[in-house]
């Protein structure tokens, strides 16, 4: 079991900004990738950010440059933090770890229950 903490939404004006937090525990020995994805009313999940064992990041192109993903390894935390909002970036924001348990080499996604961004004009 794997278990994803995500803390920092919330509400703020357009031009704000906010730093998301996901800390993940449980039965974890190897991280892939760790991720933010995001889903607005009416529309599909999307990858947001995502940075990799490596430390290589990629990001949406409607984030590019105003979004920065970043990792505590020791601690399996992750943080998005999001400068400029925009009304558009309005959504549910979720964490996201690919991780493989001890013992296995099989990994697996992993989802947090999601945390609420809105950014009002």
């Known amino acids: 079991q794997v278990q994803l903490v995500e803390s920092g939404g919330g509400l703020v004006q357009a031009g704000g900004s906010l730093r998301l937090s996901c800390a993940a525990s449980g039965n974890i020995f190897s991280i892939n990738a760790m991720g933010w994805y995001r889903q607005a009313p009416g529309k599909q999940r999307e990858l947001v950010a995502v940075i990799n064992s490596g430390g290589t990041t990629n990001y949406a192109d409607s984030v590019k440059g105003r979004f920065t993903i970043s990792r505590d390894s020791a601690a399996n935390t992750k943080y998005l933090i999001m400068n400029s909002l925009k009304p558009e970036d309005t959504a549910v924001y979720y964490c996201?770890?690919?991780?493989?348990?001890?013992?296995?080499?099989?990994?697996?996604?992993?989802w947090g229950q999601g945390t609420q961004v809105t950014v009002s004009s």
């Open positions: 996201n770890v690919v991780s493989a348990p001890y013992g296995s080499s099989r990994y697996a996604s992993n």
